[in-house]
């Protein structure tokens, strides 16, 4: 049911719960309509939501192993709900590929993942603990020649062939790759010569 800005839903166990529009990302729903979502509050009524970045840490722990026994650990998520996330994860065990946990054999993890979250397109990153190779991993798909970071900002240079990847649709690449490590992102072209 919907009144204005909140929708009431129910979930599997029969908590009633209010869904604000601001926490749902994929209006307009019907009744039957399922969807994962995450309990923000319980007081004075219970709130929840679909577009919180905690809601892919959540999920991915009930279908990751190496999640549930401390073995990879998710550092950080940034997240357009519906669109795309990137999710940097570090391992804490040696001989542990925290990418390849959450990606899965034959990427079946992640697939699941997206077929969750309704098709929702997911880029795993490996941590780094230097801020400029982290900023690095979190460009990928696109390949970026370097990285400055002052305060919180950066500038990636990036090749004429990656910048369109790098910049991503609607600035959504290098927004959310700023979101993960924690700076605003400018993308300029890599004009350093040719060794």
Not at 169 to 188: H, W
């Amino acid at each position: 049911a919907t009144n204005g800005d909140v929708a009431t839903v129910t979930t599997r166990d029969g908590l009633v719960a209010l869904l604000p529009s601001s926490e749902f990302y994929a209006q307009p729903f019907a009744v039957g309509d399922t969807y994962q979502l995450l309990l923000l509050g319980s007081s004075p009524a219970p709130v929840v939501s679909t577009v919180r970045p905690e809601l892919v840490t959540a999920i991915y722990a009930g279908l990751v192993p190496e999640l549930r026994s401390g073995a990879v650990r998710i550092v950080s998520v940034a997240r357009a709900a519906g669109v795309r996330s990137k999710v940097a994860v570090a391992a804490t065990q040696p001989g542990v590929d925290p990418v390849a946990s959450l990606v899965g054999r034959d990427a079946n993890r992640v697939r699941a993942m997206s077929a969750i979250l309704g098709g929702e397109r997911l880029d795993i990153i490996p941590f780094h603990p230097d801020p400029e190779t982290y900023l690095m991993n979190a460009l990928a798909p696109a390949a970026v020649a370097r990285v400055t970071i002052a305060g919180e900002a950066a500038t990636a240079y990036a090749p004429a062939h990656q910048m369109s990847a790098a910049v991503g649709a609607a600035g959504l690449n290098s927004l959310l790759a700023g979101q993960l490590v924690g700076v605003s992102v400018r993308i300029e072209p890599d004009s350093a010569p040719v060794a």
